[in-house]
């Protein structure tokens, strides 16, 4: 996989797997979990290794590959908890969603109006999405 991403030129932007396993921590370790290279987390171990392989085809700027790592958990740890806000939002937000749906079949306004509404009585940010 990685050879055919790199032949096609591709820039690989590494963000959605960093939130991926951010997720997964946050799921199974709480608010307190922090990227880790010692964690023996199977999740973890298999984001630090690939990480590794893709520095090892110079994917990245860095030139020491320990280096590119570390630097990757220092910019993530201090948003761990922004990134389960994002999370638990977009699974409130399903939710809302389905109950909508389920009521309000047929009415997109009626059903945008009852997220719009839940969301906000729950204090969740839906404002800036809402009428996009």
Known sequence: MYTEVITDGNNIDIAPYIF????HGLRDFGINFKLNK????EIQSAFFQNLSTL???GLFQE???EIFINNIIKRTNP?????????YTAHIFLLIMLEAKY??????????NHVYSKMRKLNLPIDDYLYY
């Not at 009521?103 to 945008?112: A, G, H, L, R, T």
């Open 79 to 87: 948003l761990i908890k922004y990134y389960g806000m994002i999370g």
């Open 55 to 57: 520095h090892k085809e």
């Open 38 to 41: 010692k964690n023996r987390n």
């Open 20 to 23: 991926e396993i951010v997720m």
């Open 103 to 112: 009521k309000f079949w047929d009415s997109p306004n009626k059903i945008k």
């Open 63 to 65: 030139k020491q590959e």
